[in-house]
């Protein structure tokens, strides 16, 4: 069954050890700034929020990557970049709607959550527990938890019932 990475905010305390696990993960060194996780610091918020790739897929869409190193994996559903055949373009940073994928300062290729292959450093790694690599259908309850949270805050449009004269029309 398919899992996903969520990330439960209000647990984040910026401790960084998921940016960590993942830079050592990849590349053997512990450099924030070649994970593929990003602990958000919100200046006047009272928050830490942990970002990666939702494996939207859109990095992937035909056209996007010249040298076709974007696919995703069968078997995690995590999609992935063939490092060898990444030309560091940046089209897949463009692309990317929460500009989690980067370049790494050292190959100048792209860097985005790969997931570990199905066992994801960044969840060991927390602390708080602020990280989980759960069941899909589980995920999806955090999702419309989180994105009702984020309505009742006013921070994503809202569509409004139609009106009572628009009712009557239809």
Sequence with gaps: MVKMLMA??????????????????HFNIIDPSLSAIHVVRLENEPLDAPTFCIECGLCAMPGVCPENAIYRDPNTFAVLIDRNKCDG??????????????????????????????DPQCVKACPENALAYIEANDAAYYKRYFFAELQKKGMVPIVPYPSPRTREAI
């Design 8 to 25: 439960i905010p209000d647990r984040c305390t910026g401790c960084g050890r998921c940016e960590e696990a993942c830079s050592f993960q």
């Design 89 to 118: 373009c940046t089209n897949c940073i463009v692309v990317c709607p929460y500009g989690v994928i980067t370049l790494d300062h050292i190959e100048k290729k792209a860097v985005k959550c790969d997931l570990c292959g199905g």
